[in-house]
């Protein structure tokens, strides 16, 4: 028995013995306000039920996403305060509210609390701003009952893990007629190259076919070896290199300039979606970490109906923690990529560290072409044209945030 109900008993037995009503009732309001506290602290979180729902898990830069909390108490017994403390990535927004400080790093809480009466169920609308480029995750979350007078009497914390990917906005891309070469691919009838993600049937099998060509299937139902024909492209296909170190000096110092970095994500987003409405078989790489763990992305140039999805995800989830320096990712190209493909590397600083690298890429069979950010792009472009490499500067007017188109020249 605690002390506050050893003091209301008191005051009762007290009460009743010296015939005093304003004793009997401080007491009895004493013992009450007890009963209703342990009550609370055991039964309180009992039957409580709790939701997150967020309209969608992609949205692209610029969006209102819906975000719903439900909230709803199953019993018979009300609850005079339930607090939920939603743990979320630290950048998010939410339209008229202010995220409070957390213990836990990269993260805020989103507070909301409720007065609930017996079976209530409150829905709560709220709106995400997604004004930011990256991966937000929500969860764990706190629910605390409190009594009567704001006491916390129990808590609970419930996992409930859900992300919102934002994607970078994307821009038209205006170039000169003599620019736009490549930037692209188109289908024809014949040619040295053919792009495996569109199928143009089955042939004969021929020798030194590689194992992953064969169609097992049609092998199986014809009765003879048969390997997967693909359709020719008229050109290259093009590998988008993104070089996300955007202040000189080692990668490892972890400095950068954020609207250059979201500059060259839109510009990548935007290089990507032009290729792909024209066919071209397009690629991304880059050496940054990702949210998620992975230390550099690469994913191989396909003209699929999803790659832009595909690409738009690993930019939504890069951040600007360089994992290894360009020019040695540079260096997994021929790994990856067959002689004859369209390297277009995209950067904001001084190329020179990597200029040599593209310069091996040319000569071994890569159309190479350097796209130049910054406010010393003319510079940039200048240098890389002297060494043999061709360029281009690119411009984002007035900034990332409000320009309506992607400007390429030279």
């Known amino acids: 028995m605690s002390g506050w109900t050893l003091i209301g008993l008191s005051m009762v037995i007290a009460g009743g013995l010296s015939g005093a009503p304003g004793l009997l009732l401080i007491g009895g309001l004493t013992l009450l306000s007890r009963w209703l506290t342990t009550l609370w602290s055991r039964y309180g979180l009992a039957s409580i039920g709790y939701e997150r729902r967020i309209a969608t898990n992609r949205a692209v830069w610029g969006d209102q996403v819906a975000l719903h909390v439900e909230v709803w108490n199953r019993k018979l017994l009300p609850v005079p305060l339930l607090t939920a403390d939603d743990h979320v990535t630290d950048t998010l927004r939410i339209t008229g509210r202010t995220l409070v400080a957390s213990e836990r790093p990269g993260q805020s809480v989103l507070q909301n609390s409720w007065s609930l009466l017996w079976y209530e169920r409150v829905i709560r609308h709220l709106v995400i701003d997604a004004r930011r480029r ?120 972890m400095l950068f300039d954020d609207d250059q970095v979201e500059a060259l994500c839109v510009a990548a987003a935007s290089l990507a979606r032009r290729m792909l409405r024209i066919d071209t078989a397009c690629g991304l790489l880059l050496g940054a970490q990702l949210a998620g763990g992975r230390r550099w992305a690469y994913l191989a140039p396909s003209a699929a109906a999803s790659q832009l999805g595909r690409i738009e995800d690993i930019l939504a989830r890069v951040q600007p923690i360089l994992s290894l320096p360009f020019e040695r990712l540079l260096g997994v190209v021929p790994k990856r990529l067959a002689p004859g493909g ?27 072409t350097h796209v130049t950010f910054g406010p010393d792009r003319e510079a940039h472009r200048s240098h890389m044209a002297a060494l043999g490499i061709q360029a281009r500067v690119a411009e984002l007017s007035p900034n990332w945030r409000e320009a309506d188109a992607l400007v390429l020249a030279g």
């Open 134 to 253: 990256g991966t937000f995750t929500f969860g764990p979350i706190r629910l605390t009952v409190s009594d009567l007078f704001e006491r916390g009497t129990n808590s609970e914390d419930r996992e409930l893990p859900a992300e919102l990917l934002v994607r970078p906005r994307t821009v038209p891309v205006r170039a000169p007629h003599t620019a736009q070469a490549p930037l692209g691919t188109a289908r024809s009838r014949a040619s040295l190259f053919t792009d495996p993600s569109r199928s143009a049937g089955v042939r004969r099998y021929e020798p030194g076919d590689p194992m992953r060509r064969i169609h097992w299937r049609a092998t199986a139902r014809l009765g003879e070896p048969v390997s997967r024909r693909y359709e020719p492209v008229h050109e290259r296909q093009v590998l988008l290199a993104v070089d996300l170190q955007t202040v000189p000096g080692p990668y490892w110092l």
């Open 342 to 368: 369209t390297v277009l590397s995209l950067g904001a600083r001084d190329p020179e560290p990597y200029a040599d690298r593209l310069r091996r890429l040319s000569r071994t069979g890569y159309a190479v």
